[in-house]
């Protein structure tokens, strides 16, 4: 299954206490928990380009997987990581955070980030 396509969050769980713990102020907690962010995955064999966009907030990611690549995370900061993939899963590890994106089924996409005991979790839906 690819995940190539235009995916609209339906569902999130933990949004707060998890945004607090990776240092985000306030103000953009507020701002950004009631936005239905929108991602877009291109998928060429191993090649991703991943854009998500959140109000204003444009992030894109470009990687191939098992090969480092520099990845901007939820914060703005520029890191070095790999992604691998095992079937219908992509995971990273960005500072401490374990990130899951899983294709649940063609229209489902599930991402989930855990620190330390807090687990973050997107659900979005194929547009």
């Known amino acids: 299954m690819s995940f190539s396509g235009k995916y609209?969050?339906?569902?999130q769980e933990n949004f707060e206490p998890f945004m607090k713990a990776i240092?985000?102020?306030?103000d953009l907690i507020q701002k950004g928990k009631d936005i239905k962010s929108i991602s877009e995955i291109e998928e060429t064999g191993d090649n991703f380009k991943v854009t998500v966009t959140t109000g204003t907030k444009v992030l894109v990611n470009i990687?191939?997987?098992?090969?480092?690549?520099?990845?901007?995370?939820?914060?703005?900061?520029?890191?070095?990581?790999?992604?691998?993939?095992?079937?219908?899963?992509?995971?990273?590890?960005?500072?401490?955070?374990?990130?899951?994106?899983?294709?649940?089924?063609?229209?489902?996409?599930?991402?989930?980030?855990?620190?330390?005991?807090i687990v973050y979790k997107r659900t979005s839906k194929r547009m």
């Open 8 to 11: 609209q969050l339906e569902t």
């Open 23 to 26: 240092g985000l102020p306030d």
């Open 63 to 117: 990687f191939t997987i098992g090969q480092e690549a520099e990845l901007e995370t939820v914060t703005g900061e520029k890191v070095k990581a790999v992604v691998e993939r095992e079937g219908n899963k992509l995971k990273v590890c960005l500072k401490g955070i374990v990130s899951v994106t899983e294709l649940v089924d063609g229209n489902t996409i599930v991402n989930t980030m855990t620190l330390g005991g």
